[in-house]
């Protein structure tokens, strides 16, 4: 039950886009369409931002955005705003019927 | 609306045992996959076991053997018992509610178990 990979750290400056990047194994990410993303502000429990490889719930802002290819998931975000400056988690479902979770991404918005 | 309230948490001896709850209101707690999910201090989220609706139970290697799930239908409530606790138990414990099984939909508050002598 390895964490999925992820960068420790990504910025950006207001209004433009940054991909986070997840990467598993055919065992996780590459053999499931069961990956999700999370949202997390210091001090506050994360929130469901994408589930499904690419799906939002409903609330979640459309610069939000998801995809994969292989055994690497990844989650954008348009139109960088300060609000959006946090801790991003990606997490995928497993051939051994757990959850498994990368090891967050701080965002800074610059 | 739905909501997830932990309770139980606080400082235990390394050895010793904690009682997780997770009171839920909204929704049905056996009708869902339930799971818990911890945080320790200043690190990443690690995924620490589930409860299918059909009441099968799956664990993180790092707590098996050591840590039960289960659920009480008639109070709408998710536990988690912890055994043999560790100091690397330490770690805010969530409970969530599972978008079986693609993710994680709805989070409680967290409650904090300190595992220290």
């Known amino acids: 039950q390895s964490a999925l990979t992820q960068p420790a750290s990504v910025s950006g400056s207001p209004g433009q886009s940054i991909t986070i990047s997840c990467t598993g194994t055919s065992s996780d990410v590459g053999g499931y369409n069961y990956v999700s993303w999370y949202q997390q502000h210091p001090g506050k429990a994360p929130k469901l931002m994408i589930y499904e490889v690419s799906n939002r719930p409903s609330g979640v802002s459309n610069r939000f955005s998801g995809s994969k290819s292989g055994n690497t998931a990844s989650l954008t975000i348009s139109g960088l705003q300060a609000e959006d400056e946090a801790d991003y988690y990606c997490?995928?479902?497993?051939?051994?019927?757990?959850?498994?979770f990368g090891g967050g991404t701080k965002l800074t918005v610059l | 609306e739905v909501q997830l309230v932990e309770s139980g948490g606080g400082l235990v001896q390394p050895g010793g045992s904690l009682r997780l709850s997770c009171a839920a209101s909204?929704?049905?707690?056996?009708?869902?996959?339930m799971s818990w999910v911890r945080q320790a201090p200043g690190k990443g989220l690690e995924w620490v076991s589930v409860i299918y609706s059909g009441g099968s139970t799956y664990y993180a290697d790092s707590v098996k053997g050591r840590f039960t799930i289960s659920r009480d239908n008639s109070k709408n409530t998710l536990y988690l018992q912890m055994n043999s606790l560790r100091a690397e138990d330490t770690a805010v414990y969530y409970c969530?509610?599972?978008?079986?099984?693609?993710?994680?939909?709805?989070w409680g508050q967290g409650t904090l178990v300190t595992v220290s002598s």
């Open positions: 909204g929704f049905t707690v056996s009708s869902n996959y």
């Open positions: 969530a509610r599972v978008i079986a099984p693609s993710g994680f939909d709805y």
């Open positions: 997490s995928s479902y497993t051939s051994s019927s757990t959850w498994v």
